[in-house]
């Protein structure tokens, strides 16, 4: 099965720069405007917008305790949030959900 190619507008494009700069994920960009996570990059790149830190803003952490206190697991909130299962497991620590014992124990 073959998917049409979105080209983004210069318009779009500034949308999109936007709204990674006020804190909106790349996953959800990509989503948002139809393109591939790479193809974000591309184009935050070529725009010269400085990466952030790999991590989840503040409404992302929220969302991923909530997650977890629904049963779901770090990998699989990772991958819904488009981050590794290790930033969602640094975000649960943070949150006091999971104890940091300084292993790397596998997510169960």
Known sequence: METAQTFLTAVEVDALADDY?????????AE???????TVFSHLRRRNVPRRRPGL??????EA???RRAGVSM???GRR?????????????????VADDG??????
């Open 21 to 29: 700069l006020a804190g909106t994920g790349v996953q959800a960009l």
């Open 32 to 38: 948002r405007y139809g393109v591939h996570r790479a």
């Open 57 to 62: 803003g503040i409404d992302e952490k929220a």
């Open 65 to 67: 305790v909530r997650l």
């Open 75 to 77: 990998r699989a909130i």
């Open 81 to 97: 949030m488009g981050v590794d299962r290790k930033v969602v497991r640094a975000a649960l620590v943070e949150a006091g959900l």
């Open 103 to 108: 292993s790397n124990a596998s997510d169960r």
